[in-house]
């Protein structure tokens, strides 16, 4: 994990940071995931962020000891480590909404577009606009968590099976 902070407060890519360090992206991948990483590898990784080879080889160690991160989530959720781990989760989500938000825009443009200019008495776009948008629609919901089944459903939910008062 310390690899993938210190690679994002950088603000590259893991194509990025593989080319400086020569290694292969897959293995970025792979050490970020927190899997094995070998002495090799952590001094590339040290050289090109310009830090001692000891403290990432530590975080290493750490790291393949620890649980996954869903694991550690949900066995001590206050822990900070898993802040970062949910925060990353949820940009990660909140960028996929906005890439399919900038394809509906797109999509559904030009085939406005081509619909007026070759059969303008008949607006056919309007039912593929209507039906991606409820897709879109439900996407956006379920990342700013909006409708009735939201964190604080879930929440109460857990609590009454678990038997336990809110």
Do not use: C
């Not at 991160?69 to 970062?84: G, K, R, V």
């Not at 929440?155 to 678990?162: G, I, S, T």
């Amino acid at each position: 994990m310390l690899v993938q902070k210190l690679r994002l407060q950088k603000g590259w890519s893991q194509q990025q940071l593989a080319d400086l360090s020569g290694l292969s992206a897959r293995t970025i991948q792979r050490i970020e995931q927190g899997q094995g990483a070998s002495v090799e590898s952590l001094k590339s990784l040290a050289a090109v962020f310009e830090i001692d080879f000891s403290s990432l080889k530590a975080s290493a160690m750490h790291t393949s000891t620890e649980h996954t991160p869903a694991e550690t989530t949900t066995m001590n959720p206050q822990h900070p480590h898993n802040d970062e781990v949910l925060a990353l989760q949820h940009v990660r989500k909140l960028k996929g909404f906005y890439r399919h938000l900038l394809q509906y825009v797109l999509v559904v443009g030009a085939l406005a577009l081509f619909n007026l200019w070759k059969r303008p008495e008949h607006l056919w776009f309007l039912w593929v606009a209507l039906g991606w948008g409820l897709g879109l629609l439900m996407h956006a919901s379920r990342i700013f968590d909006w409708g009735p089944f939201g964190p604080a459903w879930e929440k109460a939910q857990v609590e009454k099976r678990l038997g336990r008062k809110l």
